[in-house]
């Protein structure tokens, strides 16, 4: 055996490394990281600096949430306020709704650009949310519109040669649409401006709401990849019924319009039972059905307690689980991981 298999514990379980289009003439796919956020376990999340820093960490695609601001263009904000990653509420004290909380949507573009972002809080505390992360209080964050986002990544894809991806996430469809307004829509627009067009591009749509990942595929007409996200049902992310939906039957239905599924991964892995994991069958189901599968979130500062690392968690997921891809806040593990592992496999099968 050799050490890095050994160093990587993944020895034993190798013959169940995913091995795809043996013997056709296209090269095996490879795993995907998709930086979550950005390279958000070391800088702001949704920042241009931290979509930078995870570009030259080798990450395959970046992950831009998506809401709409008052003048209707889709910023890359992960939640529908914006009092926990800004100083909205020392900007403009009197603009918050009757909830106590301040909306991207309820502000123009102009005015969420005047805002310092950071490092997510506790505006109830004010303190961090990850307290190892960036510090708190550092000047120069600011919220990037999608466009500005995709601008940034095709430009470092002209001047490095490489082609690294985007991930765009519509976020809220339903809460946008009781506002007036429809976030799928003005996403696919910008993504059409910037050459996203089919599956040959370089982008995967992602939406936790099912109803609106029928509405993009059908209604909207968007012939790119797409992703079904889904959580528990207790999260109230959408009127989706997730348990249902990651049911054989609900999957089949899943895989009319979307081409994988993006899991919680406790959704796959269920914890662990006599020191070995629990590990359901959703995966299985899926991959029966053609759908790849791209759990979240792998975090090196937050990792489930059914693994014994970060890289035990991967190799969870990559190994046993046998996922295609992960979102990450910490990208460069995830692709020092995912290296090793391709580095390794090949070794074993000769
Ligand atoms: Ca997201």
């Not at 800088?43 to 820093?53: I, K, S």
């Not at 650009?113 to 303190?127: I, N």
């Not at 627009?189 to 995967?204: A, I, M, N, R, S």
């Not at 806040?329 to 099968?349: E, I, M, T």
């Amino acid at each position: 055996m050799n050490i890095l298999l050994a160093t990587l514990g993944i020895a034993a379980l190798l013959p169940h490394t995913p091995v795809q289009n043996q013997g056709k003439s296209q090269a095996p796919k490879r795993q995907i990281v998709i930086a979550h956020r950005g390279a958000s376990g070391y800088l702001p999340e949704h920042t241009l600096q931290g979509v930078a820093m995870a570009y030259q960490m080798g990450v395959d695609f970046i992950e831009p949430d998506c809401v709409l601001s008052k003048d209707n263009i889709p910023v890359v904000v992960h939640d529908t306020h914006i009092d926990t990653i800004s100083d909205v509420a020392k900007k403009f004290p009197d603009r918050k709704r009757k909830d106590g909380r301040y909306y991207a949507i309820d502000f123009t573009l102009a005015e969420l650009k005047t805002l310092a972002v950071s490092e997510r809080f506790d505006p109830a505390t004010g303190k961090a949310v990850y307290p190892k992360r960036f510090p708190l209080g550092v000047p120069g964050f600011t919220i990037p519109t999608l466009a500005e986002e995709i601008e940034l990544v095709q430009g470092l894809n002209k001047s490095t040669g490489k082609n690294i991806g985007i991930y765009p996430e519509v976020k809220y469809p339903e809460w946008h649409r009781t506002e007036g307004r429809d976030i799928s829509k003005a996403v696919l627009e910008v993504l059409w401006k910037y050459g996203y067009k089919t599956k040959e591009d370089k982008c995967f749509l992602q939406c936790f709401d099912f109803a609106e990942t029928k509405r993009i595929r059908t209604e909207l007409g968007w012939q790119g990849r797409l992703i079904q996200l889904t959580t528990e049902n207790a999260d109230k992310e959408s009127s989706t019924d997730y348990e249902k939906l990651l049911m054989p039957a609900g999957l089949a239905e899943v895989a009319k319009v979307a081409d994988g599924i993006g899991p919680w991964i406790n959704q796959l892995i269920e914890g662990k039972v006599d020191g070995k994991l629990k590990i359901n069958d959703v995966a299985k189901n899926a991959k029966a059905l053609g759908l790849q599968i791209h759990p979240y979130t792998f975090r090196f500062d937050a990792v489930q307690s059914y693994a014994d690392s970060f890289d035990d968690l991967l190799r969870a997921a990559f190994v046993e689980v046998g996922v295609d891809g992960v979102f990450s806040d910490h990208p460069d593990k995830a692709v020092a991981f995912v290296k090793k592992l391709n580095r390794a496999a090949p070794k074993q099968q000769n």
